[in-house]
């Protein structure tokens, strides 16, 4: 049906500015991250200059950089980067829990899926005790 991810995130954000106001209160969290990472910052950018003209309070939430780049070069007056702050410690992150003024300049991706254990030997690990357990051993990929 051509619903992927990136297709629903914006049938959500047109419902959003249709139904909006000045009045209105938006909040987006990553609403272009479906796609790449090219076109989800350029479409990121159209959609904030939408918001920007139509003037709802806006949390508009990204790890696209260039976009943070962009209020932080004043394209959009009434806007500011906000970020959350945590400390890298050691191979660890300690989520703080305070808002702090600008952006992250940061994403901690790398980080967060080794905490979870998503890593090549990690995975190699589940996937071999997994085949081992349901005795499909002799078809997995080496």
Excluded: W
């Amino acid at each position: 049906k051509g619903e992927g991810r990136y297709r629903n995130e914006l049938v959500r954000v047109k419902e959003i500015f249709e139904a909006a106001t000045p009045y209105s209160l938006v909040i987006l969290d990553e609403p272009c991250g479906g796609t790449s990472y090219e076109e989800g910052c350029r479409q990121s950018m159209v959609v904030l200059d939408g918001l920007h003209k139509l003037g709802p309070a806006t949390y508009f939430t990204t790890h696209m950089h260039p976009v943070a780049q962009e209020v932080d070069r004043g394209r959009y007056p009434a806007a500011k980067n906000l970020s959350m702050e945590c400390l890298y410690e050691g191979k660890r992150i300690r989520y703080t829990y305070k808002v702090r003024a600008g952006a992250s300049g940061r994403s901690y991706g790398e980080e967060i899926a080794a905490e979870i254990g998503l890593v090549p030997e990690r995975i190699s690990e589940i996937v071999s005790r997994r085949a081992e357990k349901q005795g499909y051993e002799s078809i997995i990929r080496k």
